[in-house]
């Protein structure tokens, strides 16, 4: 049993001056009043990644070159799937490895990852069918990080219902040998590993797929979908289903609080009201949606009809959770030609709303006890780096605006997960290890 002691404690209605809570086996046992102490720290809860493809983070910055006047989502993807082929189980958990460190150090204490890379690459199982699952289970426990598994249901190359390409063969099952796999890693869930489902998009996953593999989740199982991230899968949608993607999943699945819809950037406002009142998370991940070029998520209308909501790092072009808030108010900025666009009900700090609403959408998005601090809650938490400059006479009523929106290094000193300290004066206990490996698995990927 030990005891935490913070000058300011981050809770869902702003800080709480000397408070702490003792925590034991890595959940937290009782909130406590703390000693007043000038020394103590300036604790967070750790944020929420909703949204990874961790082999995607060798690939950053390798396709900024044009390969054609048009190009766009469509174009990338061919040089992802090209970089998708030469992983093996080894390779992929070198790269969670680093990916997962980088995350702790900007302050992300849990994954969701979702998670398609699962044959070899001629689209054979390993003799291990989940060897790559396991290469990101070992990934997040070596490095610390709290691992929401999401295995992804692929099944077909479009709302027609074309056979995989070659291409994507490694990425494929069918509903058995697909809920064979959910069910063998939910028998090695943790206190820090849950596993969920991720259905890859409504062009991916048949209609009778889809509703046979629902109707086998044990009840609160998180559910991840991609939809409405570009527009021709919008028209595609409408052409072949007669709705529109968001439209067509919410008659034709009970979305509830356990989804998670990943994007959902391209929505009407019947769109918008249904996921709000459906009680289901949506996923924006800011810096891969301006990379790829989908579309700007309508944050305004979404938080008027009460919508949850998080972030994810996706294809990891950024991996820093102050990034992604930064420029979700920014987009809304630059459209909009107004200031302080995401700010709620709870307070007039845009940075203290948008982190209030990480924090809400956190548990029921992964499945796991986070994003607050109570009894039995797990303990995962940040210590800011009170001593920064940026922090330099910060109040109570700034602190958080100063954190989020002043300069480009993440201010954390400290990161905990489940009681353990995976992060020290801002760097990853293992982070020269890590990168050596990381380092090996890039000159292979890219030989
Ligand atoms: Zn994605």
Not at 78 to 94: G, H, K, N
Not at 111 to 124: A, K, M, N, Q, T
Not at 137 to 162: K, N, Q, W
Not at 351 to 379: K, N, R
Request: charged residues 20%.
């Amino acid at each position: 049993m030990e005891t935490l002691h913070a000058e300011r404690l981050w809770t869902p209605g702003g800080w709480r001056i000397d408070a702490g809570f003792t925590h034991d086996a890595g959940r937290i046992v009782e909130c406590t009043g703390a000693q007043p102490s000038e020394g103590a720290a300036w604790v967070v809860p750790g944020i929420a990644n909703l949204h990874s493809h961790a082999f995607q983070r060798a690939m950053a910055g390798l396709a900024e070159r044009q390969t054609h006047p048009q190009d766009s989502f469509w174009t990338w993807r061919e040089t992802m799937y090209r970089f998708a082929a030469r992983f093996d189980p080894d390779t992929l958990q070198a790269v969670a490895a680093q990916l997962y460190a980088e995350m702790l150090e900007a302050g992300y204490t849990t994954v969701c990852e979702f998670h398609y890379l699962h044959h070899s690459p001629d689209g054979r199982p390993y003799t291990d069918a989940s060897a790559m699952s396991h290469a990101l289970i070992a990934a997040a426990r070596e490095t610390g990080i709290r691992l929401t598994l999401l295995p992804v249901m692929y099944m077909t190359g479009g709302f027609d219902g074309r056979p995989l390409t070659d291409r994507q063969k490694r990425f494929g099952h069918g509903v058995d040998a697909y809920l064979r796999l959910f069910d063998m890693l939910r028998g090695e869930e943790n206190d820090t590993l849950r596993v969920g489902v991720a259905l890859h998009s409504l062009r991916a996953v048949p209609p009778d797929a889809m509703r046979a593999v629902l109707a086998q989740l044990p009840a609160e199982t998180p559910v991840h979908i991609h939809i409405a991230e570009q527009l021709p899968e919008v028209v595609d949608c409408q052409a072949l289903r007669n709705a529109r993607p968001v439209e067509w999943l919410l008659g034709n699945a009970k979305v509830d609080r356990n989804w998670t819809l990943v994007h959902a950037t391209h929505l009407d406002a019947a769109e918008i009201r249904g996921i709000a009142n459906s009680g289901a998370t949506v996923a924006i991940c800011p810096t891969t949606e301006a990379n790829l070029g989908d579309g700007l998520f309508p944050l305004r209308a979404f938080l008027e009809a009460g919508g949850s909501w998080g972030i994810g790092s996706d294809s990891h072009v950024s991996v820093s959770p102050v990034e992604e808030l930064r420029w979700l108010e920014y987009g809304q900025r630059l459209v909009t030609h107004h200031r302080n666009v995401s700010v709620g009900t709870a307070t007039t700090s845009a940075g203290e709303s948008m982190l209030h609403d990480t924090m809400a959408s956190a548990d029921p998005s992964t499945g796991q006890a986070i994003g607050c601090f109570y009894e039995g809650a797990c303990a995962d938490w940040l210590v800011l780096d009170r001593d920064a400059p940026q922090f330099i006479g910060a109040t109570t009523d700034d602190a958080i605006d100063r954190w989020l929106f002043a300069g480009n290094a993440p201010h954390i000193r400290e990161v905990h997960v489940a009681g353990k300290q995976t992060v020290h004066e801002g760097r990853h206990r293992d982070r020269e290890a890590i990168f050596t490996r990381f380092k090996a698995a890039m000159h292979t990927l890219l030989a």
